[in-house]
């Protein structure tokens, strides 16, 4: 069995969304269209549509995280399906009871669906293999596995600025190596078939093999920069600092980080993008950040109608639509 | 006392060469004749072995049976019939039990165990340090003369070189040899992948080749100033064959064994998260795996063993960097060789040797042979035997196997324990 086959079921339908690895062209770019049929809800008087009426959601992060489980819970309630906030802290999980008791636990209230974020790769991946068959299960991120709600994110904000993918390069810059957004990144770039991803990180951020996912590597950000039409910046966590992977946050920032000086080696028009939540003057400038290039915040913006799409999908609720759409 | 014939089996004896049909008799717990030496041996039972082949009895070098401290995995008893319904009369246990095997007492126990069972016996490996902490030296002296066949510091690396080294020296004073698991704990991190295109892809932390051969090559300098005789356990990368190569031919006392599942699987096997291939050390390339099976067609490697790591469900059910490492192996350890006959990777002889007289030699031990005058330690196996392998259906406690749903060959029929008939299929 392997990762895609467990998210589709016997019809080719999104069941669970755990990776963006191995999912057709043509079922992200559904993602996507949903999405944007979502982007009005937001802006009405009254920000709702009936689609999940009457199924429960629950919103189970064993780390901590503020705007990804915000988004999935405003997806949610706009979607009008009731909503479960559970956040377990890893350590009380390993105190307590194993991650498959507190499945059983809450599939036993008949929850419909579960967003999971977990510090363990391949996390939802177990759960969408151990919940009963009628629960689905959508991916909030796994260890450094993937997060590919917000890569889908990405995606639409990307197409938002740039209709045409295969016409894009598009460089992804930092801590590579522990980053779940930028392997769900690199998969949707490349099956939506952009004309070149880059990843631009010093040696000690980058897992071995990266190339093999598809991707050109370079060590040195101005090069990287040449000619791209997209920037997507990582976050680099302060700890990396102590686990003899970097010299220092300065050294970083001088070689990586991204400034008005480095943005001048990508294309006029590019963008900057940055998953969030970023360090302003670690891996990016301020004025970069908040400059007319960075499109930060319409990440954010968008992150509720992409996750809208995908709850809608995976709950079969718009089976319909994308029938008669095709 | 019964007195015992094995009729018209292909007998094949590594020891002493042999490789032909004939009979074996056994009596007061011995062997008395191969072949037709004994023409007027009259027996009380008689075992029919046409087109089966007989063969000493099975040496595994490492396995684990969860005595004492994780009797809610296994215990010597579940192991021990799950070993010797597969032909394994003799197993070396390492020392990373509850508690540690660092004093005499936690030795007998387990041989004690073992005894009142009476199906195989046990070998156990005693601590190199005192709670395989790579800080003290163990009481290596009573722990030989409590039982334990060699030292070893199992999984728990000696990251203080020198602690390492006087280790070794004090064991080759002892007249023991060192079991080395080469990690360099360092490197492996929190790794529990091998580090390459698969772990990139499934996020997970990765365990890098250099965590083995860094280890090696460190371990084999020490072997080389300290002069003594160490076995190296469980190898996984195609480097550390060559390194251990290099070795021996430099004339170092070194020998080396793999796991059975590192000779059929790789890296691959761990993708969509299979938690039965969580292994340490990890499944490897592809590459790897080649090197191991040419390292044991060539004898760079002596001997295969099960490695193997019975768990309850619990400890496999949780996302793949949380579950427990290893594999139920025992029950398939002979089949799985087997497949490597079938493959042309080994010869039959050779694969027998690599499963009784090369790991008895490791052990120091004169058993795995069927001389006259030795244990009659035999098996008797149905070569052509096809069965498919079902979870559930494992003899051993632990279910957990990564075979689930493989079409094998070969079933023991008959295992003799010191010329006692103890297991008999019922097939």
Known sequence: MTLNNIQLDNNGRLKHFLTTEGLSKNLLLDILNHAESFVSVGNRAVKKVPLLRGTTIVNLFFEPSTRTRTTFELAAKRLSADVLNINIAQSSASKGESLQDTLQTLEAMHCDMFVVRHGSSGAAHFIAKNVSPGTRIINAGDGNHAHPTQAMIDMFTI?????????????????????????????AL???????????????????QVETLGVHVFHDLGKGLEDVDVIIMLRLQRERMRSALLPSELEYFYSYGLTEEKLRFAKDDAIVMHPGPINRGVEIDTQIADGKRSVILQQVSHGIAIRMAV??????????LSEEQS | MKRLRIANGRIIDPANHTDEIGDICVSNRKIVSVADLAPDFKEDLKIDASGKLVCPGLIDLCARFREPGQ?????????????????ITSVCCPPDTHPVIDTAAVAELIQQR???VDLLRIFPLGALTHGLQGEHLSEMLALKRAGCVGVSNAYCGIANTDVLRHALEYAHSCDMTVFIQAEDHFLSGNGIAHEGAISTRLGLPPIPETAETVAVSQ???????????????RLSCARSIALIEDAKKSGLLVSADVGISHLHLTEMDVDAYNVDCHLHPPLRSQRDKEALCQGLSSGKIDAICSDHQPHDDDAKASPFGETEAGASTIELLLPLVLD????????????????????????????????????ADIIVVDLDKHFTVERTQLRSAGKNTPFHGWELNGLVTQALFRGRLVYQSKD
């Open chain 2, 340 to 375: 490597l006959v079938r493959k042309n990777i080994l010869s039959l002889s050779d694969a027998i040797a690599c499963l009784t007289s090369k790991p008895a030699a490791i052990l120091g031990l004169n058993t795995g042979t069927l001389s006259p005058g030795s244990v």
């Open chain 2, 114 to 116: 073992a005894e009142s």
């Open chain 2, 71 to 87: 009797e809610h995995k296994a215990t010597i008893q579940s192991e021990s019939f799950a070993a010797i319904s597969s032909g």
């Open chain 1, 311 to 320: 709850m809608a999908m995976c709950m079969g609720s718009l089976a319909e």
């Open chain 1, 159 to 187: 197409r938002r600025h740039k209709p045409d993918f295969s016409s894009l390069k598009i460089a992804i810059v930092g801590d590579i190596l522990h980053s779940r957004v930028a392997r769900s990144e690199i998969h």
């Open chain 2, 219 to 233: 371990a084999l300098l020490l072997i080389e100033q300290s002069g003594g005789r160490a076995h190296f356990c």
């Open chain 1, 190 to 208: 490349t099956t939506l078939g952009v004309n070149e991803v880059r990843v631009i990180a010093p040696r000690t951020l980058l897992p071995a």
